[in-house]
């Protein structure tokens, strides 16, 4: 799924957000994006259609969605890392964390890899992108002929598994290969069913996306 080299400008890892800057930054781009418990208490607010992307978004089908797994403002748990602005992925539960100051966080359901294909570590936002090209790894390639027409790239789309939003995966220099991601298949939010990647419904993608920088650091813990 990789899309190329980082560029000089984003070739930065954990090492260069300082906690000061975080702890200046994160509560104003919080504040612009109201994100407090006020807005997110309404899963059909959260989750309707948003119509002013290049490509419509519909309401998610929230029949299909387990309520735990709807975006919520929620104290740190105590078994994840307290570092305001990380990502945070739990995959045993299916939760991804955004680490806010005062030992709150934002609480988006995810779905992640499927037996085998899981993974855990540290790692840092090196690109972000809206309506990503997917590029499927050769790996992918070779197993699954569904992805063999899109060897060169499948062009952002509604039809694309990456969705509206992707936020690329670094550690050094080196691009993973695995995303944080929006997905055209809702209902697999809380499964562990994709090929190592960290899915989103699109809204909360978009809403994730619009609140951590490159360089953001990303941990995901143990299964």
Known sequence: MSQGAITE???VGPVGLTRRGLLIGLPLTLAACQVGPAALN?????YGPITTEPFPIPAVDLSQINPVYYRAVVPVPGHIPNNPGEIVVDPFNRYLFLVLP???????????????????????VGRKAEWPTWT????????????????????GGPQNPLGARALYLY???????????????????????SSGCIRMLNQDAIHL?????VGTKVTVLAA
């Open 136 to 155: 499927p790894p050769a790996e992918m390639v070779a197993r699954d002929p569904l992805a063999r027409p899109w060897a060169n790239g499948m062009p």
């Open 171 to 193: 550690r050094g220099y080196a691009d993973t290969l695995y995303r944080i991601h929006g997905t055209n298949q809702p209902a697999s939010i809380g499964l562990a069913m």
């Open 42 to 46: 309404n899963p059909y607010d959260i």
């Open 9 to 11: 400008t984003e070739r």
């Open 102 to 124: 005062d030992n709150m966080c934002i609480r988006y359901g995810c779905g992640v890899g499927r037996d085998g294909f899981g993974w855990s570590g540290h790692a840092y």
């Open 209 to 213: 996306y619009s609140l951590v920088p």
